[in-house]
């Protein structure tokens, strides 16, 4: 079964909106990646979060982890159509060489 | 652009044929993946190779057979699809087979068995 489960599935904003994507796992992880994916397309690194850190940024992208909760989340503030995309997040699942990747959230930007 | 390159873009087989993807990246990275996916799904992992030599092998069907000629490319040969295997097919790398540092993807092979 999938380690991540992601929510919401489907989002659609307007342009200039903020969105914000969770995903939820169920074991010990050392790491936790978001990807993004333009449809039909591979997959592109956004952002790496390590299981000691708490928070991280990059331009319009932030990502938090709380371990406690076996969670993270994706905050891209100022949504731009180009924005428009599934984004997945991926986790490293301790002792096991794998990087397992969730279901996934497909976000529309509407201008 | 990619920096992982993966052909053909498409490729269209019947169940009988004989066929090979490719993917080719000169990044010096030492780790390489084969990745599935199905449409609307997550990628699932099909092989990972380490320094050229197969790691993980993850209960794919033997109608799929990688190699991994050297450092730099990774094939992965098809042969009596069943058209449920019509899928995306994605390559990957990383430095190592560590996962401290992201996967650099290709756009993948659009694989459709008639």
């Known amino acids: 079964s999938q380690q991540g489960e992601e929510d919401p599935q489907a989002l659609s904003i307007q342009e200039g909106e903020n969105a914000t994507m969770n995903c939820s796992y169920k074991?010990?992880?050392?790491?936790l990646q978001w990807y993004r994916q333009n449809s039909g397309r591979g997959l592109v690194h956004l952002i790496l979060i390590r299981s000691n850190e708490r928070e991280k940024h990059s331009g319009r992208l932030r990502v938090t982890l709380d371990t406690s909760k076996k969670s993270s989340s994706l905050l891209i503030t100022a949504s731009r159509a180009a924005d428009t995309a599934s984004y997945f997040c991926a986790t490293l699942i301790q002792g096991a060489q794998k990087l397992v990747f969730g279901q996934g959230t497909r976000l529309t930007i509407n201008p | 652009d990619t920096e992982v390159t993966q052909t053909p873009k498409h490729l269209v087989m019947g169940m009988t044929n004989k066929k090979s993807l490719k993917c080719e990246q000169h990044?010096?990275?030492?780790?390489m993946y084969w990745y599935k996916q199905k449409a609307k799904k997550p990628p699932e992992l099909m092989f990972v190779y380490s320094y050229e030599k197969l790691s993980i092998n993850e209960s794919v069907p033997s109608r799929f057979s990688p190699e991994c000629p050297n450092s730099s490319l990774l094939n992965l040969h098809l042969h009596a699809l069943q058209p449920e295997d019509s899928a995306l097919y994605l390559c990957a790398s990383s430095p190592r087979v560590i996962y401290n540092s992201p996967l650099h993807f290709g756009n993948g092979t659009r694989l459709t068995v008639t």
């Open positions: 990044m010096g990275h030492r780790a």
């Open positions: 074991t010990s992880i050392n790491n």
